[in-house]
């Protein structure tokens, strides 16, 4: 009896608890991007997010992707979560941990991505921000990135992101500049366009780049506080 007395008292304890857990918002994102000197160094990425909320203050975001590169074959897989806290209705800290899977041949090498990010929604302007460091087989690096969209009053929005990551003596820069529109409240196409540079001791290559995509959103405007963070995201194509 004493244990029954138990068990109930633990069930009705947790039972608030798990009811004050709930999904905030989730996107799905279909997207291509491709190089224009070379189109079959390309990439196809589908990606999607789910938010919790614990509180009015904590939440945690939970991502997964996958990405397929073309001139190099390579698949990636990446499974992510984001510590979230929200310091207000506009400004949100968190912390990041990704586990990306890439495979070639039969081959796989995984990669630790992990860091800090925070975010800051003023009016139609919203703004994105990250640190973080890459851990894998002879391949250890850093990565830092800040990007702004600003909404129109037309249902249009523009972005504009540079992503920067220094892997073992090769220099990844990206610059870009995207235009969104979106067909109905929950979903979004876009086009983007921008340059790659890589550097390396023996010289540096910079190579232009378009994309296009969709998202579809629920639950919160945005649908999830922050974007995905992988290891895939820092190049358009190879």
Do not use: W
């Amino acid at each position: 009896m004493k244990r029954i007395l138990a068990a109930a008292l633990c069930a009705t304890s947790i039972a608030p608890a798990a009811q004050a857990i709930e999904v905030t918002g989730g996107m799905i994102e279909l997207s291509y991007s491709a190089f224009l000197d070379d189109m079959d160094a390309d990439k196809a990425s589908v990606k999607g997010s789910v938010e919790f909320a614990f509180d009015h203050v904590f939440s945690a975001q939970l991502d997964i992707g996958a990405d397929n590169f073309g001139l190099s074959q390579v698949d990636n897989l990446s499974l992510g979560a984001h510590g979230i806290y929200h310091l207000n209705q506009s400004t949100s800290v968190g912390a990041f941990y990704t586990r990306d899977s890439l495979e070639l041949a039969g081959f796989t090498d995984h990669a630790n991505y992990f860091g800090v990010e925070a975010g800051h929604g003023a009016g139609p302007a919203d703004f994105e921000g990250y640190l973080g460091r890459i851990e894998a087989d002879g391949a250890d690096g850093t990565t830092i990135g800040v990007s702004g969209r600003y909404a129109m009053p037309n249902t249009l929005g523009v972005t504009g992101a540079i992503d920067y990551a220094d892997i073992e003596g090769l220099d990844v820069r990206t610059l870009s500049v995207r235009i969104d529109g979106d067909l109905s409240e929950n979903v979004n196409l876009f086009v983007e366009a921008g340059t790659t540079k890589l550097s390396t001791a023996g010289g540096s290559d910079s190579e232009p780049f378009v994309g296009i995509g969709g998202r579809i959103t629920f639950g919160a405007a945005r649908g999830t506080t922050f974007e995905r963070r992988s290891v895939a995201e820092l190049l358009p194509g190879f």
